[in-house]
Structure formats: structure tokens, C-alpha cells
């Protein structure tokens, strides 16, 4: 009887153990997706505020140059190449680039690569970018992809706002976060405070990966 009443209970004495080490684990893989999050955030903010701050160290190929009646520049298969204060050199090309006489700039086909002290490799995509100098916002629509290398992140909607002199950035629109770890949707989402904060509105949903299945 004594023996039974102690294997009893035994049993039930691991059980919650087990469950916290799976509990704790979760945290920790949850916030390698909030990480990736900021860092696109600020490979967003580096790439654009280097690629319009006019700096002497910005390389700029172009294939063709044309300036209408208004004044307003077209540059055809731009390719902007610099380093960002760090050293950490970067690339943006465009089909077009047309500068209004407002100073917005229109691009078409947006695409940008930073390659980061650490080595990994980010790269941004999107049908069509706007950048209004005046509000230091950026606006990417159609088909925009962050992607992290090293991290394995991959960002997706159909439109990002990013302020880069808040260092926000803000999706209206139905946003798609995933990694090895997990993967994250929402109606709409918005980075402050420079990645410190994440805010997913319309009933946002978390899916965790198995670690085994991720492998």
C-alpha cells in the first residue's frame, strides 16, 4: 500500500515541471520573431535616410536621364550604392526614379540590400516606393518582402509606411511574420520606439514551431 501511495504520487510531481520547461521555452522563441521585426525596422530606416541624404560617399549608376517640362528628373535603372555610418555597405536599385518638383521622389520596382557588420544579409522588395522628404516617410506598396538571411525572418503585405525620423513604421493592411520559429499574421501592425515596440491589431495570431519540425 505504502509503495503505491508513493508512486501516486510521483507522478503527478513531474508532470508541471515538464509543462514549465515548455512554457519557458516558448518566450524565447516568440521573441526571435519581435528581434527580426526591429531589425528590419532599422534596415528600413538606414537604407532610406542614407539613400536621400545626399551624402558625397552615395554612388549613383544611372542608364538614362530625363527632365520634362516641369522640371521633374527621371532616372532610369538607378543603382545607389553606399555605406551607412557603421560601414556596413548597402544597395538600392529602381526601374525608375522620378523626382517631382515637390521633392517626392517616385520608384518603381524598389529593391535594397544592406549587408550588416554581423554578415548577415537583408534584402527589401516592392512594386513601387514613394518617399516624401518633407514628413521623412517612405511609403513601399505592392507586394513588399523584408527578408533576414541569418535570421531567417520574412516580412510580407501589400503596404509599409516608415517614418524614419520616428523611427516608426506602420501596415494597414494584412501582415505576415515567419521564421524557423513561428509565424505570425495579423490584420494590420505597427513598430515604435525603433523595434522596441510591436503593436499587431485585428485579431493577430501566434503559431510556434516545434523545434524538431523547424529542423
Do not use: C, H
Amino acid at each position: 500500500m505504502t509503495d503505491e501511495q508513493d508512486n501516486g504520487s510521483r507522478t503527478p510531481r513531474f508532470a508541471p515541471r515538464e509543462r514549465a520547461d515548455t512554457d519557458s521555452r516558448q518566450p524565447f522563441r516568440t521573441s526571435l520573431i519581435f528581434v527580426g521585426i526591429g531589425i528590419i525596422l532599422s534596415f528600413v530606416t538606414v537604407l532610406w535616410l542614407g539613400l536621400f541624404n545626399e551624402q558625397d560617399e552615395i554612388r549613383l549608376d544611372v542608364t538614362d536621364i530625363k527632365v520634362d517640362e516641369t522640371g521633374e528628373v527621371e532616372l532610369t535603372g538607378a543603382v545607389y550604392r553606399g555605406q551607412t555610418a557603421r560601414g556596413e555597405p548597402y544597395e538600392i536599385t529602381a526601374d525608375t526614379a522620378r523626382e517631382r518638383d515637390t521633392g517626392v521622389v517616385d520608384l518603381s520596382a524598389p529593391a535594397a540590400e544592406l549587408t550588416q557588420t554581423s554578415g548577415d544579409v537583408v534584402n527589401l522588395t516592392s512594386l513601387t516606393g514613394v518617399y516624401f522628404p518633407q514628413r521623412g516617410e517612405i511609403d513601399l506598396a505592392g507586394d513588399v518582402v523584408i527578408t533576414s538571411r541569418d535570421t531567417g525572418l520574412v516580412m510580407t503585405s501589400q503596404a509599409i509606411t516608415a517614418n524614419l525620423d520616428a523611427g516608426e513604421m506602420v501596415s494597414e493592411n494584412a501582415v505576415r511574420v515567419e521564421n524557423d520559429s513561428g509565424v505570425i499574421v495579423a490584420d494590420s501592425m505597427q513598430v515604435v520606439e525603433r523595434g522596441d515596440r510591436i503593436i499587431f491589431a485585428g485579431s493577430p495570431r501566434l503559431t510556434l514551431r516545434d523545434v524538431g519540425e523547424a529542423q
